[in-house]
């Protein structure tokens, strides 16, 4: 079945860019979204179709995708951005699969 | 504001069921894919089901099919998750994720959801 593997920690100074990755067992065949979850809520989407932010999403959310490997990077980083980041693509014998989730810490 | 709920949670024995609702308001429900999404406790997120507008295409995570039963009332705004001979591993917090329009496969609304404890 078809995987997604994410680091399972990130750290980053205030102000610094963080990036966290996210391998697929495939190459480039799915678009990934991005997902952001603080203690206590609900899933963010924060990127989609590899490189799309959804409205009301700060600009220093950006992503990428190339090979098999996509990419979540936020620029500037603040305080408020620490929290816990999955990765999300479709496949066609899995349908849905998430990575196991980045947990990222502003130090 | 468009919302999603969910309902119906709660403890339940090994071998029990459950039936979760998700009730949708200021958006017009009928349109959109509809995904329940499961996190266990300290855990990350695991997809459950998936089912498009007009009900007639569902799919299964492989740990819940042939347990669990997805579906919807457009007419209600409601989805449904009927959940069979549940099991220790099946307690999480469920949500309801609506897909985006043409974002494949990306889910840009959640519910709050609901805890479900699977326990003796």
């Known amino acids: 079945s078809y995987k997604l593997t994410q680091p399972p920690s990130v750290s980053v100074s205030p102000g610094q860019t963080a990036s966290i990755t996210c391998s697929g067992d495939?190459?480039?065949?799915?678009?990934v979204s991005w997902y952001q979850q603080k203690p206590g809520q609900s899933p963010v989407l924060v990127i989609y179709?590899?490189?799309t932010r959804p409205s009301g999403i700060p600009e220093r959310f950006s992503g990428s995708n190339s090979g098999n490997t996509a990419t979540l990077t936020i620029s500037e980083t603040q305080a408020m951005d620490e929290a816990d980041y999955y990765c999300?693509?479709?496949?066609?014998?899995?349908?849905?699969?998430f990575g196991g989730g980045t947990k990222l810490t502003v130090l | 504001e468009m919302q999603l709920m969910e309902s119906g949670g709660g403890l339940v024995q090994p071998g029990g069921s459950l039936r979760l609702s998700c009730a949708a308001s200021?958006?017009?429900?009928?349109?959109?894919?509809i995904n329940w999404v499961r996190q266990a406790p300290g855990k990350g997120l695991e997809w459950v089901s998936y089912?498009?507008?007009?009900?007639?295409?569902?799919?299964?995570a492989d740990s819940v099919k042939g347990r669990f039963t997805i579906s919807r009332d457009n007419a209600k705004n409601s989805l449904y998750l009927q959940m069979n001979s549940l099991r220790a591993e099946d307690t999480a917090l469920y949500y309801c994720?609506?897909?985006?329009?043409f974002g494949d496969g990306a889910f840009d609304l959640w519910g709050q959801g609901t805890m479900v404890t699977v326990s003796s």
């Open positions: 200021r958006f017009t429900f009928s349109s959109y894919e």
């Open positions: 994720a609506r897909e985006l329009m």
């Open positions: 999300q693509a479709w496949d066609s014998s899995t349908y849905v699969v």
């Open positions: 495939k190459s480039g065949d799915s678009y």
């Open positions: 179709q590899d490189t």
């Open positions: 089912i498009n507008p007009s009900g007639t295409i569902i799919y299964y």
